[in-house]
């Protein structure tokens, strides 16, 4: 059974850090390329990183030059590091496979909440 665990949300003053972290129970999770995805209120969910099994990543461009994703295939874990935050980052934070469905399972997802 697939489950995903977020956490490391919080809240933060604008220009600062957080780090979030996702264990997940997946079979075979170091050949799944992994994502962290963010819902803000009244907003679809939207990908903002991607990881391949080799660690290729890609950034949305809203977080290119500010956010790292990484993981750590011994330990079923991907993270996402968030500097210089903007309100506008401000979401429930989420990871899953690349191409999970709406309808898949997803964890609680972590907040993450920027403002001063």
């Known amino acids: 059974q697939v489950q995903l665990v977020e956490s490391g949300g919080g809240l933060v003053q604008p220009g600062g850090s957080l780090r979030l972290s996702c264990t997940a129970s997946?079979?075979?999770?170091?050949?799944?390329?992994m994502g962290w995805y963010r819902q803000a209120p009244g907003k679809q969910r939207e990908l903002v990183a991607r990881?391949?099994?080799?660690?290729?990543?890609s950034y949305a461009d809203s977080v290119k030059g500010r956010f790292t994703i990484s993981r750590d295939n011994a330990k079923n874990t991907v993270y996402l590091q968030m500097n210089s935050l903007k309100p506008e980052d401000t979401a429930v934070y989420y990871c899953?496979?690349?191409?999970?469905?709406?309808?898949?399972?997803w964890g609680q997802g972590t907040q993450v909440t920027v403002s001063s």
């Open positions: 899953n496979r690349i191409g999970a469905p709406p309808s898949a399972y």
């Open positions: 997946i079979s075979m999770f170091s050949i799944i390329e």
């Open positions: 990881i391949t099994p080799g660690g290729s990543t």
